[in-house]
């Protein structure tokens, strides 16, 4: 019988060796490169918890270690299924690699997840207190896209985008700082080992604040786009 590894990393059977791995991508004793572990997020697929504040210099770090090890052509003299799961894992990587690697696609990772966000649920409803400003801000490209089609003067509704724009370019800017600002309370939460309900109020947090930055973010290159 194998030992069992103390890994915080699930440890799974090698398919080669019948021993315990330490990590996803490898075998600890035979070298050989493993199955995928059904449901491995991509957190783990690099090697972290689900923690929000990552060290961009160290995710970056491991996305080129393991870019190197698990390389395709790493495997040319391998078996066909080594192959293969060379090519899994290195897509995987990618995928990885690109979620996380920014701020906000890692919070909108994270909450898919956490069966917190699908695809475009709530992510068109304005904020209440912003209802007067979208509904002027919505006034205003009429008069644009009417005026451009008579032909007439735009410079009055262009400074008066431009101002709008920039009013709600602010406002993004403040919907990431308080994202960050709840991403270091899951963080901590995590550290504290807080129970389920307390995540999940972060989570709920979070949810909130990406449905309005993705109201926001729409309104803002509609402006742009108009204004181009």
């Known amino acids: 019988m194998p030992v069992q590894s103390t890994s915080t990393t699930p440890p799974l ?8 791995t330490l990590g996803p991508h490898f075998c600890s004793s035979c070298g050989k490169i493993q199955q995928l572990a059904r449901g491995l997020d991509h957190f783990a697929f690099l090697g972290f918890p689900r923690r929000l504040l990552l060290d961009a210099k160290e995710l970056e770090q491991r996305f080129h270690e393991l870019s190197w ?36 696609s890692r919070i909108e990772y994270l909450l898919a ?14 904020p209440p207190e912003l209802l007067e400003e979208v509904f002027e801000l919505n006034e205003s490209l009429d008069e644009l896209r009417e005026t451009k089609a008579a032909g007439g003067d735009l410079a009055a509704l ?24 709840v991403a270091n309370d899951w963080d901590a939460a995590l550290d504290a080992r807080a129970g389920d309900p307390a995540r999940r109020q972060h ?3 979070m949810n909130e604040l990406m449905n309005r930055r993705s109201y926001i973010r729409n309104l803002v290159q509609n402006v742009q786009k108009e204004l181009q």
């Not at 080594?82 to 701020?103: C, F, G, I, V």
């Open 13 to 20: 059977v090698c398919w080669s060796c019948q021993d315990w």
């Open 69 to 104: 090890k698990l390389h395709p052509d790493k495997f040319v003299n391998a078996t066909e299924a080594e192959r293969a799961l060379s090519l899994e894992h290195s897509s995987q990587l990618n995928d990885a690699y690109r979620a996380l690697r920014e701020p906000v």
């Open 113 to 126: 997840i956490e069966g917190m966000r699908k695809e475009g649920e709530n992510q068109q409803q304005a």
């Open 158 to 181: 262009r400074a008066r985008l431009e101002s709008a724009e920039n009013n709600f370019q602010g406002k993004l800017g403040d919907v990431d700082a308080r994202l960050e600002s």
């Open 203 to 205: 989570l709920e947090k």
